[in-house]
């Protein structure tokens, strides 16, 4: 019985190593360039501009891309770090020519604090279309029969607002 054991765990190990051996070699410039982007801040902004073909409400109900049309778009990356305190400033902000934007700001001290201030917009707009008299819809007043029927799209804006700490905290 320990024979067939100690077979199946030799034939285990060629196996493993067999898999290993496949494996290409890291290379130290592969690890020296993975490192490099750890450490050294990057930065980019991407401009573009977008196009919808086609009306189309269910696409853009949660995005703002409903109507036809063209759309600007805005994406920003900024990165610096502090080499003698080791603490980093990042803003981050996508979607910024949208209405689903969103932007974040991050201070913080590398393996010891951190903050962030976060804010993000996310549109909701109705996939139907309401006819209606009714006046003021977007107000605390409303009357109805105040104007001819007419055709209104209803929409959402949701506003979030978020604020972070962190704190590493000792070994032990």
Aim: proline residues 3%; charged residues 20%; hydrophobic residues 35%.
């Amino acid at each position: 019985m320990t024979n067939v054991v100690g077979m199946r765990q030799r034939q285990l190990a060629v196996i493993v190593a067999a898999l290993f051996a496949s494996l290409p070699p890291l290379s130290l410039a592969q690890e020296a360039g993975e490192m490099a982007t750890l450490t050294k801040p990057q930065r980019g902004a991407e401009l573009g501009i977008g196009y919808v073909s086609d009306d189309n409400a269910r696409f853009g109900q949660y995005n703002g891309l409903n109507e036809k049309g063209a759309y600007g778009l805005l994406d920003i990356e900024l990165n610096s770090r502090a080499e003698a305190t080791g603490t980093w400033f990042r803003l981050q902000g996508r979607n910024l020519g949208l209405e689903s934007r969103e932007l974040r700001l991050d201070y913080e001290r590398q393996g010891d604090w951190g903050l962030s201030l976060e804010f993000s917009q996310t549109p909701r707009y109705s996939p139907y279309t309401v006819n209606t008299t009714l006046t003021g819809i977007d107000t605390g007043v409303q009357t109805e029969g105040g104007t001819a029927a007419r055709d209104v799209q209803l929409a959402t804006r949701r506003d979030t607002l978020g604020l972070g700490f962190s704190k590493t905290l000792g070994g032990g």
